[in-house]
């Protein structure tokens, strides 16, 4: 199951990334249907199938439902497609195209998800420790940060959100680095966060923003660090 689903998949990054170039999207959008690139997209998805497979035409009922179930989820999202839903229609296309994917594995090797296994602790420690270094963690952080929060700091020249996805960011990659053993990661990560914030610093007319970012970065490592090492902890009373 697994070696089919990872041609599968490898044939779908190839068709819909690698040799999709920005001109054939910018045309599918503008023309839709009409688009010939969007015929040339599909015919790649064929070709790449037929690669990863070595031409193996006992897979023809996968390669029409593929081909076919490509061919019109892209015409749906062609169809569908404004500025302001864009994000949420790519990350639905791709979930489409993988679920396609899963059906088409299970009809050449069937296989069964057991709804038993979401239940699994090691699971559930897993999905609650990542909630708790993403979510959690910025509500905790912005919590403890308001008392200290200055005007100055929502400036119309940054990115929106962009400090929340940025921490959430940092501490997952920390989290990883914890559990992979592998802490020599974290002074890195540390290292090139003081680079990039060292214009802000050295701009700032007083010390109130630089202790704001020491507090907000000191406070963020920590709770992952937390989490990370709660998690190994638990983990090993589990197993």
Do not use: C
């Amino acid at each position: 199951m697994i070696p089919l689903f990872i041609k599968l998949i490898l044939a779908h990054f190839v068709g819909d990334f690698l040799l999709q170039p920005e001109k054939w999207v910018l045309h599918k959008e503008k023309h839709k249907h009409k688009s010939k690139f969007l015929y040339y997209h599909v015919l790649i998805h064929l070709i790449a199938l037929l690669l990863v497979l070595q031409f193996n035409f006992d897979y023809w009922l996968g390669f029409l439902i593929i081909i076919l179930s490509h061919y019109i989820i892209d015409l749906i999202k062609l169809k569908l497609k404004t500025k302001s839903n864009a994000r949420r229609l790519f990350a639905l296309d791709q979930l489409a195209h993988f679920i396609i994917i899963a059906i088409v594995v299970s009809i050449y090797e069937p296989f069964e998800l057991n709804i038993n296994s979401f239940y699994n602790p090691i699971f559930l420690l897993f999905i609650t420790t990542i909630l708790g270094v993403t979510v959690v963690s910025s509500i905790i952080m912005k919590t403890v940060i308001s008392k200290w929060y200055f005007k100055e700091d929502n400036s119309n020249l940054s990115l929106e959100n962009a400090g929340a996805f940025i921490g959430i960011l940092e501490r997952l990659f920390v989290f990883v680095l914890i559990i992979t053993n592998h802490w020599e990661g974290i002074g890195f990560l540390i290292a090139a966060k003081s680079v990039l914030r060292f214009s802000d610093l050295s701009k700032a007319k007083d010390r109130k923003l630089t202790e704001y970012i020491l507090i907000g970065t000191l406070l963020s490592y920590g709770l992952a660090v937390l989490f990370g090492i709660s998690y190994q902890f638990l983990l090993a009373y589990i197993r």
